[in-house]
């Protein structure tokens, strides 16, 4: 009986044991941290060894295959020593792909994949097909291949999970943008990043598709450089795209699949902001490429309800909008958010930098921010970059402090918008716990 080792008992860990489980693999699971009750309860259901708060090293080099959570970094000397030693260390995600015969629609890039990914989602799902939601959102794709396998599934993708993808096949793939991110990943290193992004396109060939942001520039240089096999399918709201694929015309989407063209105001869209226009055509793009009728795509790009923690609407506290975009992990995801709000902002920034550059945000920050609060143990960063365009920068510890100091700074017409620019782990879990500790804080209010 083939070995398993499974490092790290969260969701991906716990679902890739499971599938490995029910494929008949003798399986294993170790997490150096403590694993929450609830997933102790579905290894011991099944019957699955594990440990917690140990590597017990014997245990893992007599592995045949190492199923490797995303959060654990492949820099490590656990996970160098392992694969010196002969042992594939693989993502979730390839091993599910492995036993599923879905048509996977993967989704990527550094800014607006999960917002894609659930658009595309509803979509497919509001059409009437058979279709999941997994990969780095939702229940593991494990568990789900595991436990009730699709005819089709919707999969964000993170860089952290390609990295160790290598059979793995997207039948669709999407790519957003590319934009720096996560470089303390990636020994600052932005290249190393970017090829990352472009695993997602690993082994396609003719019978698959790549939809991409044609107005990205990265994305563009490496395309031009690569012998593509599979079909391009281009979007922008830069330019006119001939053939397959979408672009803007004023203000209204148009996109082109074989000849058959659908089209949608922007005022029709749920989805609002400029960046959320690639977001609709990606998915629009899909709908058409599964040959969904016009009338079920324009009904979900119509209606589609956003995730929470991307742009969410809190509340209006003595006319002062409060705004929840806690899942802006990276200066561009913040870029996107300030450039969407034309009213003065009180801005909640900070966390734990990934490596960030600033400099994007210069010019809106010195037209839209009033002021700054910077919500973090260590936001140095923040306060000498800005510090000569924002006259009032104050630090804060806990989010019910940030609410507190930015409702003392904003007047009646203004906005407080929580949009961090950085990972949450200095303080909180991760960016939902911060949004949600947001949230409560304005509810006090």
Not at 233 to 249: H, R
Request: contains cysteine.
């Amino acid at each position: 009986m083939k070995k398993i080792v499974v490092l790290g008992g969260g969701e991906s860990g716990t679902g890739a044991a499971v599938l490995a489980a029910k494929k008949g693999f003798e399986v294993f699971l170790s997490d150096k941290n403590k694993i929450s009750e609830s997933y102790k309860k579905v290894l011991t259901n099944h019957g699955i060894d594990f440990e917690e708060g140990v590597h017990t090293q014997s245990k893992l080099f007599a592995a045949e295959t190492i199923i490797k959570s995303p959060g654990i970094p492949d820099h490590i000397d656990l996970i160098k020593n392992l694969k010196a030693n002969g042992i594939p260390v693989i993502s979730e995600i390839e091993f599910a792909a492995r036993y599923t015969r879905a048509k996977l629609i993967c989704i990527t890039g550094s800014n607006g994949k999960t917002t894609t990914t659930l658009l595309t989602h509803h979509l497919l799902k509001n059409a009437g097909l058979d279709v999941g939601l997994a990969g780095n959102i939702g229940s593991s794709f494990a568990l789900q291949v595991a436990e009730q396998d699709r005819d089709v599934f919707v999969l964000e993708i993170s860089s952290f999970q390609l990295d160790g993808m290598f059979e793995f096949k997207a039948d669709i793939g999407i790519l957003t943008n590319i934009t720096p991110d996560h470089l303390d990943r990636y020994e600052q290193c932005f290249e190393k990043y970017a090829e990352s992004k472009f695993r997602i396109t690993q082994n396609m060939g003719a019978k698959e598709s790549l939809i991409y942001n044609a107005d990205d520039e990265v994305i563009n240089n490496w395309l031009a450089k690569q012998e593509v096999k599979f079909e391009l399918i281009p979007i922008s709201i830069q330019k006119k795209i001939e053939g397959n694929g979408a672009y803007l015309n004023k203000e209204e989407i148009n996109i082109n699949i074989k000849k058959d063209n659908f089209t949608m105001t922007l005022k029709e869209l749920a989805l609002q902001g400029k960046h959320n226009i690639y977001n609709s055509m990606a998915a629009g793009v899909v709908g058409k490429l599964q040959n969904i009728r016009n009338k079920s795509i324009k009904e979900s790009l119509a209606e589609f309800q956003n995730a929470d923690h991307r742009m969410q609407f809190v509340a209006n506290v003595g006319g002062v909008e409060y705004i929840n975009d806690s899942k802006a992990t990276n200066v561009n995801s913040t870029y996107f958010a300030l450039d969407s709000i034309k009213k003065p902002i009180i801005w909640i920034a900070g966390g734990k930098d990934k490596g960030n550059d600033y400099q994007s945000l210069d010019s809106l920050v010195q037209e839209r921010v009033k002021a700054i609060v910077c919500l973090g143990l260590d936001n140095q960063k923040i306060i000498q970059h800005f510090g000569k365009m924002v006259p009032t920068i104050v630090q804060t510890y806990s989010a019910t402090e940030a609410v507190e100091e930015a409702q003392k700074l904003a007047t009646y017409g203004e906005v407080v918008l929580l949009s961090p620019a950085c990972a949450s782990f200095d303080i909180f879990e991760d960016y939902e716990e911060r949004g949600n500790k947001f949230i409560d804080a304005v509810n006090q209010l």
